[in-house]
């Protein structure tokens, strides 16, 4: 289960689970996290949990709230983000590793999530249909003799706070930057970085080719025309062709010369 | 029953992903009668796979069968209960397979099918399976995911640049074959030439992003086969943590429907 923990000038106060769909932080005795000082608000923040996914949301508070020092209204929590509510500091701590119970992969894979589980009333104020996510139930379980689907017990957390992480990440970032620079024709001397994920080159509907940036490098591959691409001399196939340092290429009579920099 | 083949231009491409040791996502399309079916499984062991398969063999062969037997005499509405009919045929099939054999309990899959029509494209969809549209280099969503994640952008509780850090992406609010009532979403919509339609599985709009599926699909247009393997070959770039299957629908030219003979009879007559 995911926590906040709660601190002052780096003192640890108390640890809070998310326990709660709803948990609500302010001045206010009725809080459940209740900070007695004056720069918070009475009623300053909420953190409404659904899943594994814990929402922040400032309630009009007087000073604000910070999440790692950026002022949010709302906000999907991370691991270790750091919530900054007048002089305390919150810090969120995504659920403990999944238990043994399944493989990790299992709680990526898609789920259905019943609408007859869904309770119509009780929802709360400002965040309508949350309420709901509570009981899901992930078609995944062992077969059962019915098609009823067995509830897990607590949701699992963490397992896929990694591959989120991983899935977020920009593909080809710290990968090294490769560019063209055309060697004949009119726009010689021209330089194209090759920054996108694609770039085509060629004349449309006479002569088109792909360069592909990937993690393993740059590829070139044959797009339209009836004449292939040539490198260093020799006409490529229907298949990417990796591209190395120096290389020329031909197309649509235009020479250029493939590099990397640095 | 009148051919689309030369209005249509059909790719396609399906991978288990880099994670994944089976496939659980079928797809089928034929440009001649303008089908294009895709789902995606979900259940242990193989029963994934049974459900997409299932859904997939079902909806294509009924639907072939009726649109046979109309022979093109029909009109948008009507193909619009056709898929809807289908939907639900398949979900009875797999509801009560997954009764019948206990190792397929609790099996349910995705789906999202296209029929191209006089001019329009008839799109029904369950769960979240995508279909989008290239119009004009503009990539649209054309179907809204029945997800918890889509419910809550809906709702305004958090937005679309959230949601794709949301650990919450698996969850559907609807699927095929799960409960004996399905609630299929149909609807139509007009199609102009060099129209490019894209069906996901979510292993594609879970690991690319749409600016890298338009960008995709906007420079490789003159290649739709190759497109529409640049498009798997970047989710698994990408980490491929699930199945990814597309399929691309180009549209050539306009496919107006025949009219009927009393309609030509008439027309001979003003």
């Known amino acids: 289960m995911a926590k906040l923990i709660l601190t002052l000038e780096n003192t640890l106060v108390r640890e809070v689970p998310l326990d709660k769909e709803r948990i609500t932080i302010g001045r206010k005795p009725s809080n459940d996290i209740q900070i007695e000082n004056l720069a918070v608000s009475g009623e300053h923040a909420c953190i409404v949990t659904i899943l594994n996914d814990s929402f922040l949301e400032d309630m009009g508070s007087t000073n604000g709230t910070l999440v790692n020092g950026q002022s949010i209204k709302k906000h999907i929590l991370q691991n270790n983000d750091v919530i900054e509510i007048g002089k305390y500091k919150l810090k969120y701590v995504a659920g403990a590793p999944a238990q043994a119970a399944a493989p990790a992969e299992d709680f990526e894979k898609t789920m259905i999530l019943r609408p007859s589980a869904r309770p119509a009333a009780a929802k709360p104020a400002t965040l309508a249909p949350a309420a709901a996510a509570a009981s899901a139930k992930p078609s995944m379980p062992p077969p059962t003799p019915t098609p009823r689907l067995v509830v897990p017990g607590a949701a699992p957390a963490a397992a896929p706070a990694a591959a989120v992480a991983a899935a977020a990440a920009k593909p080809g970032e710290g990968q090294l930057l490769a560019a063209v620079q055309i060697l004949s024709g009119p726009s010689a001397g021209r330089e194209l970085d090759l920054v996108k994920n694609l770039t085509t080159m060629g004349k449309p509907g006479v002569q088109v080719a792909v360069i592909t940036r990937r993690p393993q490098g740059y590829f070139i591959t044959h797009v339209e025309g009836v004449k292939f691409p040539i490198v260093n001399g020799k006409t490529i196939d229907a298949q990417a062709q990796p591209l190395r340092d120096h290389d020329v290429i031909e197309l649509a009579g235009v020479k250029m010369e493939f590099f990397t920099k640095k | ?270």
């Open chain 2, 1 to 270: 029953m009148p051919d689309l083949s030369q209005a249509l231009e059909i790719a396609t491409a399906t991978h288990s992903g880099i994670v994944r040791s089976h496939n659980e996502d079928s797809i089928t399309a034929d440009a001649g009668v303008g089908l294009a079916v895709l789902a995606d499984g979900m259940g242990g062991y193989n029963a994934g796979e049974v459900a997409s398969g299932i859904a997939v063999a079902m909806i294509s062969a009924e639907a072939r069968k009726v649109l046979a037997a109309m022979n093109g005499d029909m009109d948008v509405q009507c193909g619009e209960k056709l898929l809807l009919d289908q939907i639900v045929r398949a979900n009875k099939a797999i509801f009560q397979a997954s009764l019948n054999q206990p190792q397929y309990a609790g099996m349910g899959t995705t789906l999202v099918v296209a029929l191209w029509h006089d001019n329009h494209v008839i799109v029904g969809h369950i769960g979240d399976s995508r279909m989008y549209r290239l119009r004009a280099g503009k990539l649209e969503q054309v179907t809204k995911d029945h997800s918890l994640l889509q419910e809550q952008i809906d709702s305004g509780l958090i937005t679309k640049e959230q949601a794709s850090h949301s650990q919450n992406k698996n969850l559907v609010t609807r699927a095929v074959g799960i409960d004996p009532e399905v609630e299929p979403e149909v609807h139509s919509y007009p199609v102009e030439a060099s129209d490019i339609f894209l069906l996901c599985s979510d292993g594609l709009n879970d690991m690319v992003t749409d600016e890298d599926i338009e960008l995709t699909l906007a420079s490789l247009q003159a290649n739709l086969p190759l497109a529409a393997q640049q498009l798997v070959q970047q989710a698994n770039d990408n980490g491929g943590k699930d199945n990814v299957s597309v399929i691309l629908v180009r549209v050539l030219r306009s496919f107006p429907a025949r009219t009927g003979f009393v309609d030509r009879l008439k027309s001979w007559f003003r």
